[in-house]
């Protein structure tokens, strides 16, 4: 089996995370930031399965801070940032960004920071087979889709497309898509971090996972 020769990868950092008291990609969970979990579980996998990637992280009033941070971090993977100039767009204006912003023809993994927790096995779950043009491919536990998600070339050119208003599932439900549904054994692809309620439930699992905490 061999995974994709090379692969795009959009971490969605530019909400206001209002609920959290200031946005998502520095917000510390057990003492690591969660873009910095990202990346370890990136490194992690793509290390393992010698895949190249080029990442941009997408981040709204701190993307300053957030280029601070990566220049000065001991990291074992590289990431660019893109600044959203209106973060109160939806979601699918920060993508665009990040497509734009990525070398053209590959796969694109789509990664919202407040999913921080998803397991490396996950990753390389998602990543280890070649991806069709039209595949849209997700984690699932359960009867659930999760994320992060994986996109063939052709539906990352379409999502350029794509209005404010819609989302990855205008893309995902195309009669000219490709489904593919992962299973996984990794509850923490549906653990989405919007509230301080969603913190402490994630500290608790964490917890009872027995996966070790790092800071960053």
Sequence with gaps: MHAPLELAVAILAAGRGTRLGGPKALFELAG????????????AAFRELAVPAEIAVVCGADAERVRSRLATARLGIAASVVANEA?????????????AA???????????????????????ALTREPVAERAY???FHGERGGHPVLLGAALREELLALRDDETLRELRDRATTLRERIAVDDPFVLLDLDTPHDVQRALRDLESSGRESRSS
């Design 32 to 43: 690591e930031s969660l873009l910095f979990r990202v990346l370890r579980t990136l490194d």
């Design 137 to 139: 491919r997700s984690p």
């Design 87 to 99: 973060p109160e767009r939806e979601r699918t204006h920060s993508l665009r960004l990040a497509a």
């Design 102 to 124: 990525l070398p053209p023809q590959r796969a694109l993994l789509v990664w919202p920071v407040d999913v921080p927790l998803v397991a490396p096995a996950t990753l390389r």
